[in-house]
């Protein structure tokens, strides 16, 4: 009974290890999809903010987009003719109520910042992305927005500043 019982553990055994074995996962943060042997530079043009709303939102943006293109992979900045080519607008800057109350106020405020970016892959066309992000954060209506707006307008960017890394160079 004692062998029966050790072969059907090392039986399991096998069969765990050998499924165990058989899965890896594998990520790779650093630029994802970028083919380093043929393209090596990126250039970032200034987002100009078409909104009236939150004139600092160019400065907040651009600085988030540099820096995470510029610490996630190993390509150099130059300032014209970069194999990688990053330019758009901001696009949308709006508050909307949400939660509307019994006494049809609303408990919670909705902002959302959408931005259109056009990015250009000059070694490999069919990378190319033109398309808008937009994020949003909502927050208690009775604060004032010029409470919470530079906090939110930060995570905001840097939400959408994921979304273009994953949809140019991650390929997530």
């Known amino acids: 009974m004692d062998v029966k019982k050790h072969i059907v553990y090392l039986f399991i055994g096998l069969v765990v290890g050998g499924i165990w074995g058989a899965c890896s996962i594998s990520y790779k943060f650093e630029g994802g999809s970028i083919n380093y042997d043929m393209t090596k ?38 300032d014209n003719n970069a194999d ?10 709006q508050l909307a109520g949400q939660a509307v109350r019994e006494d049809d106020y609303a408990s919670k405020t909705r902002l959302t910042i959408s931005i259109r970016v056009h990015y250009i892959n000059n070694k490999e066309t069919n990378k190319d992305v033109d398309q808008t992000f ?10 004032p927005l010029e409470s919470v707006e530079d906090e939110l307008v930060k995570e905001i960017v840097n939400e959408i500043v994921d979304m273009i890394y ?7």
């Open 134 to 143: 937009s994020g949003f954060r909502e927050f208690d209506s009775n604060r």
């Open 41 to 78: 530079t990126i250039h970032i043009s200034e987002f100009p903010n078409r909104t009236p709303n939150y004139p600092l939102i160019t400065q907040v943006f651009d600085l988030a987009l540099k820096k995470r293109f510029i610490e996630q992979t190993r390509l150099k900045e130059m």
């Open 166 to 172: 994953n949809a140019t160079v991650a390929n997530w």
């Open 84 to 93: 990688i080519e990053i330019e758009g607008e901001i696009t949308g800057y």
